[in-house]
T-cell receptor
Framework: RKEVEQDPGPFNVPEGATVAFNCTYS??????FFWYRQDCRKEPKLLMS???SGNEDGRFTAQLNRASQYISLLIRDSKLSDSATYLC?????????????FGKGTLLTVNP | DTEVTQTPKHLVMGMTNKKSLKCEQH?????MYWYKQKAKKPPELMFV???????INESVPSRFSPECPNSSLLNLHLHALQPEDSALYLC???????????????FGPGTRLTVL
C-alpha cells in the first residue's frame, strides 16, 4: 500500500458544483495531515491543516477518519479560481524530524 | 507573514557549471527544507536542516550540496549536474518546536532549473 494515495482525477466540474477528494494513508501513527493546493508551475500553498476529526474554512471542509486512515476535502460552490492540483499530505515522523509525505495530487478544473 | 523567497526564479546551466540556489525566510523558523519537483509529480524531499544543522539527507547525490549559513538562509550548491536533474527546486521552512506534529511547512516560489 502506498504511503499516501489520492483519487487520480482529473476532476472537471462546473462553477457552483460541490466536489470531494479522497485520500488514504498507510502509517497509522501519522498525527497531522494537510491539504495543499498547487497552481500550474507554482509552489504548493497550504489550504488546510487537520489534526483532529476535521476542519472547516469557508467553502472548504476537511475530514479525518483515523480508524479508516482516510482524509477528505470537500469544496462547496466551486469557483473558477479553485482550478488547481490538490495535494494530500501526511506528516510522518522520520527518526529526527517530521517529514511531509505527498500524495500524487488530484487535478481540478472548474469550468464556466 | 509566511513568505519564503528564492533566487533565481529560473536557471539554465551546463553540465560542467557550478551554480547555487538561494532561499531566505524571516519568520524565525528553525527548520528549512529543499525539495525537488518534476513535472506532474509531487515534491520529493532532498534535505532538512534543523537549527542550522543538517538532520535529513534523503540519499541525494553529492552533486547537490546544501548549506545553511544562518537560521534565515539556505543554499543549494550545484555542480556537474545531469539533464535529468532539470526540475523545480522548492525551499520550505517551518517553525519546528522540537517534535511538534503540528509543524507546518511553507514553500517558496521555487527555482526552475534546466540542465543542458
Amino acid at each position: 500500500r502506498k504511503e499516501v494515495e489520492q483519487d487520480p482525477g482529473p476532476f472537471n466540474v462546473p462553477e457552483g458544483a460541490t466536489v470531494a477528494f479522497n485520500c488514504t494513508y498507510s502509517n497509522s501513527a501519522s498525527q497531522s495531515f494537510f491539504w495543499y493546493r498547487q497552481d500550474c508551475r507554482k509552489e504548493p500553498k497550504l489550504l488546510m491543516s487537520v489534526y483532529s476529526s476535521g476542519n472547516e474554512d469557508g467553502r472548504f471542509t476537511a475530514q479525518l477518519n483515523r480508524a479508516s486512515q482516510y482524509i477528505s476535502l470537500l469544496i462547496r460552490d466551486s469557483k473558477l479560481s479553485d482550478s488547481a492540483t490538490y495535494l494530500c499530505v501526511v506528516n510522518v515522523f522520520g527518526g529526527s524530524n517530521y517529514k511531509l509525505t505527498f500524495g500524487k495530487g488530484t487535478l481540478l478544473t472548474v469550468n464556466p | 507573514d509566511t513568505e519564503v523567497t528564492q533566487t533565481p526564479k529560473h536557471l539554465v546551466m551546463g553540465m560542467t557549471n557550478k551554480k547555487s540556489l538561494k532561499c531566505e525566510q524571516h519568520m524565525g523558523h528553525r527548520a528549512m527544507y529543499w525539495y525537488k519537483q518534476k513535472a506532474k509529480k509531487p515534491p520529493e524531499l532532498m534535505f532538512v536542516y534543523s537549527y542550522e544543522k543538517l538532520s535529513i539527507n534523503e540519499s541525494v547525490p553529492s552533486r547537490f550540496s546544501p548549506e545553511c549559513p544562518n537560521s534565515s538562509l539556505l543554499n543549494l550548491h550545484l555542480h556537474a549536474l545531469q539533464p535529468e536533474d532539470s526540475a523545480l527546486y522548492l525551499c520550505a521552512s517551518s517553525h519546528y518546536e522540537g517534535l511538534d506534529f503540528t509543524d507546518t511547512q511553507y514553500f517558496g516560489p521555487g527555482t526552475r532549473l534546466t540542465v543542458l
